[in-house]
């Protein structure tokens, strides 16, 4: 059956999106998650704005698969396939675009600085293994390291002391013929290896009395002695980090 065609120019008329210009009573909703808004009928187009899903546009006029709105008093273009028409709405209650980034003028980084990941130094440690490397090179060095000024100064003395006797003992039991050790060297040599080695054996402790006084865990830093297989023997020292934090 064939329609009159006073009624299909009525159904062109009111269809939705129809061309030509329209009132602002006609209304559409951004269906589309996010939509942009384009300056001409383009895909080429630049882009205005970008409307987010459920925003309602006043239709101005649609032209093949795009549709001319007006959004917060301003005009652009929108694919027709982006909106759905909706009853009429009054153009000052739309909401108004989003609208899109402007570029940034300042210049990336060419290179992202490097999080810095060392801890932070802490203050006032002393390190068992610095503290007894110092009293093998230097009787009592690990003490005046670790602030232990006063035993430090005692075990250099009996040690330079020691020492001197040693040497002066051993000197003036020697005459042009034969030399022989008396009690004075023994005592001396004794008292300079006593000193010394008692520095570096408590080097590492007097390290450790230190941080513990300022609140700080050490790990421990002990000497060793290590054999090898031709016979010979090496001297080291194990140093440990261990926490330094409070």
């Avoid at 093949?64 to 009429?88: C, F, H, Q, Y």
């Avoid at 000052?92 to 060419?110: G, K, L, M, N, W």
């Avoid at 040693?166 to 004075?184: L, V």
Wanted: charged share 15%.
């Amino acid at each position: 059956m064939r329609l009159p065609r006073f009624f299909l120019t009525v159904l062109f008329l009111v269809s939705p999106f129809a061309g030509g210009a329209q009132s602002n009573h006609r209304s559409a909703t951004v269906i589309a998650e996010r939509a942009n808004v384009r300056a001409e009928p383009s895909g080429e187009a630049s882009i205005l704005s970008a409307l987010n899903k459920g925003t309602v546009v006043a239709v101005i006029e649609t032209r093949d698969a795009w549709t001319k709105i007006s959004s917060n008093g301003k005009i652009g273009w929108m694919r027709a396939s982006t909106l759905s028409p909706v009853n009429s709405v009054d153009v000052a209650s739309v909401p108004a675009p989003i609208r899109a980034p402007e570029p940034s003028t300042r210049s990336p980084d060419p290179m992202p600085k490097a999080q810095a990941s060392a801890p932070e130094p802490v203050y006032g440690y002393k390190d068992p293994g610095t503290a007894t490397l110092i009293g093998v090179l230097v009787t009592g060095g690990g003490q005046f390291y670790s602030g232990e000024t006063g035993k430090g100064a005692v075990l250099l003395g009996v040690g330079m002391g020691g020492l001197f006797l040693a040497i002066g003992s051993a000197t003036a039991s020697c005459n042009y013929q034969n030399c022989s050790s008396g009690t004075g060297t023994a005592i001396g040599l004794l008292a300079y290896l006593g000193s010394w080695g008692y520095g570096i054996m408590d080097a590492g402790n007097a390290a450790r009395r230190h941080n513990a006084a300022l609140g700080l865990h050490t790990a421990a830093a002990m000497p060793t002695i290590q054999s090898f297989a031709d016979g010979r023997f090496g001297f080291g020292i194990a140093v440990g980090r261990g926490s330094t934090t409070k």
